[in-house]
Each structure stands twice: as structure tokens, then as C-alpha cells.
């Protein structure tokens, strides 16, 4: 099984294990979220969103050892980038200021949208080639099933029916279950 195949807690487990590859998963999949917090969640600039990941991996690669749960991956960098953020801002303030005054009203919304999000990404990953290449390039992309139709060679009147039998596949894999049923 390949390292984007296994599920967070295998692919910590495999961290803690010191296995080099494996965290280096680990940052690629979970690059996007952490940096997708600071920008999106606390409206950080550019450089300083940098910053706050560089720190926020670096902190999970010193204290990982500590995390209870190899499962519980996503929500504590949630909680590990939230309180970087919050650090990064009170310290470009020049008062002091408590965290829930530099806290966005709407970061458990955002982070509760992006957690959401990466569920679905994680979901698709997990969908066979056609149905991942389908329904990115009709919902991600917005192309008509004419387009699609042409680039898939597949007859424009059966775009339908796949993008259906695909978004029950998605549904299925969002959910943690298995389909054994064959690929479209």
C-alpha cells in the first residue's frame, strides 16, 4: 500500500517509527490545511502564513511522540495551528491583547468548512481514477458534459449517469465504508 493510501493514524505511526517517507506524507497532506487556516481562518499575509507553517511542522515533528492518538492528527494540528496564529498575531501587536481578541469571530466556521473540505479531498483520493477525473471536472473545473464528453471520449448522454453513480461512490467513501462494486 502506498504512503497516500494509508489512513493518518497508520501514516503518524509510521512517523513515530522514524520512517523519513512517511513524513514527508505527512506535510504534503496536510500542507494545504495548515496553511489554508492561516490565510483563511486568521487572514494572515503571505510571509507570515509561511512563518506559521514552518513552525507548525516543526513543533509536530518535535512533539509528536506526545500526541495521544495517532487518529487525531488533523484536529490537534488544527489546535497547534490556531495557537501558532494567535502567537504570530500578538506578537506583531504592539498592546496586549488576549487570544479571543485576536481570534476571528468566524474561525471555528472556516476551520469547520476546511476540515470538511479536506474530508472530501481525502474522499475523492480514495475513488478510482474515473470517478475522481469526473467529478473534479465537473464540479472543481465547471466544464459542461459536452467537455467532458470529449476529453473522457465518452458519449455526452452517459456524463450523467457516471457523475451519479460516482457522487454514490464519494457518499460511500466520505462515509468510511467500502464499496466493493466495480469502478464506472
Known sequence: MSLAAL?????VARCRAGDHSAWEELVSRFSRYVYAICVQAFRLSE????DVFQDVFTKV???L???????AIRPWLAQLTRRTCIDRLRAGSRVTVSADELEPGEVDET???LDEALSVHEALARL???CREILDRFF?????YRTISEALEIPAGTIASRISRC???LKIEFEGRNDSGPAS
Open 167 to 169: 457522487l454514490a461512490k
Open 140 to 144: 472543481a473545473r465547471d466544464e459542461s
Open 111 to 113: 476551520l469547520a468548512l
Open 61 to 63: 515533528y518535535e512533539h
Open 47 to 50: 510571509h507570515d502564513a509561511e
Open 7 to 11: 489512513p493518518d493514524g497508520q501514516l
Open 65 to 71: 511522540p506526545r500526541l495521544r492518538s495517532d487518529d
Open 128 to 130: 478510482g481514477g474515473d
